[in-house]
């Protein structure tokens, strides 16, 4: 029923940008928090930053200054403009969102890769 689409991923050089879209589709209620994961190879899940209803803003220190979250609410779409790109950026970026209720979903990943 609900779908969350990514897409914006790719093959950057370090100190690159890249701009990455999650659209969500199938929700039934207004979206709580969207928010961005990432995973390396052989490493955990971790966070990266997380965009609230009313567009507050919380980010991983290692993206702090680099990257940016936002949404449109209108088009139930949640950005990661990554700027300043490096090699450890380089991950499986997954969309998550919670709706009010904390039922949350996951997006199917999008590949980020860092390389000269």
């Known amino acids: 029923q609900v779908q969350l689409v990514e897409s914006g991923g790719g093959l950057v050089q370090p100190g690159g940008s890249l701009r990455l879209s999650c659209a969500a589709s199938?929700?039934?209620?207004?979206?709580?928090?969207m928010a961005w994961y990432r995973q390396a190879p052989g490493a955990e899940r971790e966070f990266v930053a997380l965009?609230?209803?009313?567009?507050?803003?919380n980010y991983a220190d290692s993206v702090k200054g680099r990257f940016t979250i936002s949404r449109d609410n209108a088009k139930n779409t949640v950005y990661l403009q990554m700027n300043s790109l490096k090699p450890e950026d380089t991950a499986v970026y997954y969309c998550?969102?919670?709706?009010?209720?904390?039922?949350?979903?996951w997006g199917q990943g999008t590949q980020v890769t860092v390389s000269s």
């Open positions: 965009i609230t209803s009313d567009s507050s803003t």
């Open positions: 199938g929700t039934r209620s207004r979206i709580n928090i």
């Open positions: 998550n969102i919670k709706m009010f209720t904390t039922t949350q979903y």
